[in-house]
């Protein structure tokens, strides 16, 4: 599974993220990191994040002002989210994380 995150530059928000994830005992297995002048996009690939732990991370991840969107994607970059108490993957995350609009601000496609 990939958390996919795009952001204004933030030196300290990748660390933060990380401590996110340990705190919810989730395993990231790779990092990637792109930046460019005032816009960072991050991906990180997760292990061990079941259940209502998705939402819980997605509802954090939308507290957090830097962060323009994200979301939670499989090894095919369908968007994934739990449903209900099954566990069971389905729908779209895109509501699930508001949107931010950076008036006048470039960004760039995943």
Known sequence: MYLRVEALLCPALLPRLLAMLTRRAVAP?????DRDDKWQ???????GLRGDTQ?????????IQEIRSAELTDIAGR??????????????????????DF????TSGW
Not at 103 to 106: D, E, K, N, T, V
């Open 103 to 106: 008036a006048g601000l470039r």
């Open 29 to 33: 297995v790779d990092v990637q990191l």
């Open 55 to 63: 939402r819980k991370l997605l509802a954090s991840l939308g507290a």
């Open 79 to 100: 968007p994934l989210i739990a449903s209900g108490k099954s566990g069971s993957l389905q729908g779209s995350v895109a509501s699930a994380v508001r949107r931010r």
């Open 41 to 47: 996009q991050i991906e990180i690939i997760l292990d």
